[in-house]
Nanobody
């Protein structure tokens, strides 16, 4: 079974930093990309950052220059380094796996980890 184990969330001061980790297990197929999404209560889930199997990256405009997504292929783990955090970064962060199996492109979601930016 595919599993995504997320960790690293918590409470942080504005201007502070946290690093989120997402370790994928049960992967017996091709991974197209892994990414991080976030969602505030009552709001739409939005893409924060994504990294492809070719290590191309893309970021939501508001996090550019502050967040860095990276991968450790040997560990099937994706990281999101978040610096210079702002209160508006608060939300539940979800790891997403974009993969192809049996010729079908699919997505798998982690359970989410809370990030709260507050003084």
């Amino acid at each position: 079974q595919v599993q995504l184990a997320e960790s690293g969330g918590g409470l942080v001061q504005p201007g502070g930093s946290v690093r989120l980790s997402c370790a994928a297990s049960g992967i017996f197929f091709s991974i197209n990309a892994m990414g991080w999404y976030r969602q505030a209560p009552g709001k739409q889930r939005e893409l924060v950052a994504i990294i492809t199997s070719g290590d191309s990256t893309n970021y939501e405009d508001s996090v550019k220059g502050r967040f860095t997504i990276s991968r450790d292929n040997a560990k099937n783990t994706v990281y999101l380094q978040m610096d210079s955090l702002k209160p508006e970064d608060t939300g539940v962060y979800y790891c997403n796996l974009d993969y192809t199996r049996w010729g079908r492109r699919l997505n798998y979601w982690g359970q989410g980890t809370q990030v709260t930016v507050s003084s």
